[in-house]
């Protein structure tokens, strides 16, 4: 069925190292992916789109790279900071669902100084 | 701040209450949505309105009620509920509910923490 996961539901990492975040989707028609970041006690915050007709996307000390075959995108966070310790949604969307998001369980990244 | 406002933050309630949770939007936005969040699940999407017509109900118990006033504000009407209600409700909006790329990125409230004892 449809859906988007995430493959780590925990990820640590030192202060000034690099920060891979996955996730997997099942429906190969979604073509509209956000990575969202949720802080404790907070909701949901915007942090990148992705269209799928891009190979990959970057934003401030953020990369979304994408691959179709397997159906796997990935946030990398450079120099992950104490500030980026929070859980992280993938979230995709395609035409048929009316615009609705379908969201990932999330990865909590937990940054240690 | 997102723009998006929910209230309260917090929120104790018996199985036999009646309690509404609200939530305001600042953006201009047309959609607003009602999502549930769950420990160790993803989130749930239970209402989408789209200039204040329900165009989505995603098998909601009947003890949740929304209300779209108007395009700004959205409430949920809770009676009844259970333990397994005790949740985060995020209220969301997005310029529109359309599929169309990049146009319906949603802001969130800081959601309304529920406990149903």
């Known amino acids: 069925g449809e859906s988007v996961g995430l493959h780590l539901p925990t990820l640590s990492v030192q202060e000034g190292d690099n920060s891979i975040i996955n996730c997997a989707y099942s429906?190969?028609?979604?073509?509209?992916f956000i990575w969202y970041k949720q802080e404790s006690g907070k909701g949901p915050q915007f942090i990148i789109d992705?269209?799928?007709?891009?190979d990959k996307r970057q934003g401030q000390r953020v990369t979304v790279l994408l691959n179709k075959t397997v159906k796997h995108l990935s946030l990398q966070i450079a120099a992950t900071q104490p500030g980026d310790s929070a859980v992280y949604f993938c979230a995709e969307n395609y035409g048929g669902s009316q615009g609705n998001l379908i969201f990932g369980k999330g990865t909590k990244l937990s940054v240690k100084p | 701040e997102t723009g998006v406002t929910q209230t309260p933050r917090h929120l104790v309630m018996g199985m036999t209450n009646k309690k509404s949770l609200k939530c305001e939007q600042h953006l201009g936005h047309n959609a607003m949505y009602w999502y549930k969040q769950s420990a160790k699940k993803p989130l749930e999407l239970m209402f989408v309105y789209s200039l204040e017509e329900r165009v989505e109900n995603n098998s909601v118990p009947s003890r949740f009620s929304p209300e779209c006033p108007n395009s700004s504000h959205l409430f949920l009407h809770l009676h009844t509920l259970q333990p397994e209600d005790s949740a985060l409700y995020l209220c969301a909006s997005s310029r529109t509910v359309r599929g169309l790329a990049g146009l319906n990125e949603q802001f969130f409230g800081p959601g309304t923490r529920l406990t149903v004892l």
């Open positions: 992705f269209r799928s007709n891009m």
């Open positions: 429906n190969s028609a979604s073509d509209y």
